[in-house]
């Protein structure tokens, strides 16, 4: 949302404010920073946009602001940043990479995994930007600054699907992978064979405590509150990212390992496939964008000190040590396990498949809590768009803060909803590269490209107006191919829906 802050300066100046490119009765505020806490302007908000209406009627921006998850704690710093931004950007997808670096081979694998970085990357420090993109106004939400960007019909069309998918539909991923690692580690504590296996719980009450945990920590009110938890999730991803290269590397490549891509899978369109869908799970590898705006939001705003210094920096940061997780992730892995690393899993499904006899439970426990904690403390910051969308709607359409009972009601409604559909869709990791595709990658590689072409105006055939609209471009055509491949991989090989049955 673009809401209108405070400058603390003593001078008094005009700022014109970027409004959304489409024709209205205002296209200009002029706000003197000197007189803005004396202002009495009132808006009325809907899901449709902020207008004026200048009466005693409706409340203003900044007090709606004040009352969402998102915005309603300012007081974010770099580490908090830097926190959230690990906590959502090393996920159980980043344990895929070595299946990819199966199909491309050493070179093109190292290639476009580097590529795919310094590309995310970019577009990372192109929304960090668009976040403030003129002194006073910002742009706290992805939806919001889409609609700036394009308008309100297409803005919404472009962004609410991907947002609403990368925040619902990655809970949902989180309950399956959790609720099943919650399975493997009873299984390990208990022992093979025991009494108390054969008393293990079915797969959906798995999710179902899994879901009832994330939901007790999903209680604190907001968005800069769950700064701890982000903190415990990023600690716990790096721990066992780097437990699971570090222990691949002791035990040493397996007997008859090859790194040769096998013949049938280099020719015709099952060669293709095989390719496009490698480049899909590097690109899926990153993740956490729909998030770069609302981590920003978090951060306090003024002349001397705006937020994208303090994101910046986590930004840098954060990335150092992710890829520090992530590189050796895909090149240990490929490394030890070559072509025999498992399509589904990974590396801690080839590690657990081929190390499980000479590696001591306590590792392998140790592993697979520190993912399940990692997912847990996920959960709260890929909740927290859709926490914040319900609550919006309840606060502009009553005209009040959310009472404390209905934020309760609405997490519980929200948890609910996304284990119902974890127990009802638990292949839905199968089906993650068709919809990845269809929001996750636009999201991340393409779309912020275009809307620093539409806000920002930078001169036609120009260095960056050339740089953005060609990544732009190129992110749509590797999106469209990569459902092309995704629908192509089902087709032929089909999918186990177990429809109710985790």
């Known amino acids: 949302m673009g809401e209108v802050v405070p400058i603390e300066d003593d ?44 009466s005693g009627q409706g409340i203003t921006l900044n007090e709606l602001e004040s009352w969402l998850p998102i915005t309603e704690s300012r007081n974010g710093s770099t580490f908090s940043a830097m926190f959230h931004l690990l906590c959502s950007g090393i996920g159980f997808q980043a344990l895929s990479l070595p299946v990819a670096f199966a199909a491309l081979g050493w070179a ?47 803005g919404k069309l472009l962004a609410i699907f991907p947002v609403m998918y990368l925040s619902g539909g990655s809970c949902v991923l989180l309950i399956i992978t959790g609720g099943g690692t ?38 604190l009110p907001n968005l800069n509150s769950i700064a701890r938890v982000s903190l415990t999730g990023a600690i716990t991803a790096i721990g066992y990212c780097t437990m699971i290269w570090a222990l691949s590397i002791s035990k040493g490549r397996l007997n008859g390992v090859s790194y040769s891509i096998p013949d049938a899978a280099k020719t015709g369109m099952t060669g293709f496939g095989n390719i496009l869908n490698a480049i899909g799970i590097i690109m899926l590898a990153f993740r956490g964008h729909n998030l770069i705006l609302e981590i920003q939001g978090t951060l306090p705003s003024n002349s001397k000190n705006p937020p994208w210094k303090s994101m910046w920096r986590g930004v840098m940061v954060s990335y150092i040590i992710i ?14 396990y070559g072509n025999k690393i ?61 009472p404390g009972w209905v934020r309760t009601g609405f997490r519980l409604f929200f948890g609910g909803f996304t284990f119902f559909i974890a127990v009802a869709f638990p292949f839905l990791g199968s089906l993650a590269p068709l919809i990845g595709g269809l929001a996750a990658v636009p999201l991340t590689f393409a779309y912020p490209c275009f809307m620093w072409i539409s806000i920002k105006r930078p001169r036609a055939n120009g260095a960056m107006w050339s740089l953005n609209l060609g990544l732009g471009c190129f992110g749509i055509v590797l999106s469209i191919l990569l459902i092309v491949a995704a629908l192509w991989n089902l087709a032929d090989k089909g999918l186990n829906a177990n429809f109710f049955r985790p």
């Open 342 to 402: 498992p399509a589904n899993g990974g590396i801690l499904t080839a590690f657990s498949q081929f190390h499980r006899q000479d590696t001591s439970k306590f590792v392998i426990g140790l592993i697979y809590l520190w993912l399940i904690i990692s997912c847990l403390s996920s959960y709260q910051i890929y909740a927290m768009p859709a926490f914040d969308n319900l609550e919006f709607i309840y606060a502009s359409s009553k005209n009040r803060r959310c």
């Open 11 to 54: 001078s008094t100046q005009d700022l014109p404010l970027y409004l959304p490119p489409k024709p209205s009765s205002l296209q200009i505020i002029t706000i003197k920073s000197s007189s803005i806490r004396e202002t009495p302007g009132v808006i009325t908000c809907s899901s449709n946009g902020c207008t004026s209406q200048g």
């Open 108 to 154: 093109w694998g190292i290639i476009c995994l580097s590529l795919a970085f310094m590309w995310q990357l970019y577009t990372i420090w192109l929304l960090v930007n668009l976040h403030e993109p003129v002194p006073g106004t910002r742009h706290s939400r992805f939806v919001r600054l889409s609609i700036v960007a394009f308008g309100q019909k297409l």
């Open 323 to 336: 890829a520090m997780c992530l590189f050796p992730l895909a090149i240990v892995g490929f490394w030890a």
């Open 182 to 219: 919650m399975e493997k580690l009873f299984k390990i504590i208990c022992g093979e064979g025991t009494t108390c296996e054969s008393k293990s719980l079915t797969g959906t009450e798995w999710f179902l405590l899994f879901t009832c945990i994330a939901l007790i920590v999903g209680q």
